[in-house]
């Protein structure tokens, strides 16, 4: 069965993995993060810049990837307090877009993860776990983005390739 659906590989992004509470990550650099999410396992947007509340005091920070020099700059490890990590990851995922009216049903045969709406919020983002892989897994307005360690890329291509018809 073909689904109606339209998967990409996606660029790479920059990303920073922020460790440590709100208030001392807000102390930090507040002012040039977003809005830090509201709730786990979602995503707060802003001024081109990605938020994700990924675990407890676990932070991923996402933008594009002309911004990475900026962003390290910014978020120097060196500087930071001994109660935050901030650790510069942007080499370590590959994300591909699952987009379309058939979205779902492709994210359900790659993951056991809930993503109906009533479970998976409309900013939603979590690691599960697609096609035996660690996944990080982001909702985006036409479907989800889906996210594996760079080594495995081309074998998720491959699954995402044959599932989807």
């Not at 990851?89 to 492709?106: K, Y």
């Not at 890329?153 to 044959?162: Q, V």
Request: hydrophobic fraction near 40%; charge should be negative.
């Amino acid at each position: 069965m073909a689904y109606d659906v339209l998967i990409e590989k996606q660029g790479q992004y920059a990303i920073i993995d922020l460790k440590g509470t709100k208030q001392a990550i807000d102390d930090w650099k507040g002012p040039h993060l977003p809005a830090f999410p509201t709730a786990p396992n979602t995503a707060s947007r802003g001024d081109g810049l990605e938020l994700f509340w990924i675990g407890r005091d676990h932070w991923l920070l996402r933008a594009p990837l002309d911004r990475e020099a900026a962003l390290l700059q910014t978020f120097d490890p060196t500087t930071a307090p001994v109660d935050i990590s901030a650790v510069l990851v942007s080499d370590t995922l590959a994300f591909f877009s699952i987009t379309g009216p058939d979205a779902e049903q492709i994210l359900s045969i790659a993951s056991s993860l809930d993503t109906r709406p009533q479970s998976f919020a409309q900013n939603g983002v979590t690691y599960s776990e697609a096609f035996g892989l660690k996944a990080l897994i982001i909702r985006c307005p036409d479907g989800y983005e889906l996210a594996v360690e760079r080594s495995y890329a081309d074998m998720t291509r491959e699954y995402l390739t044959r599932i989807s018809g």
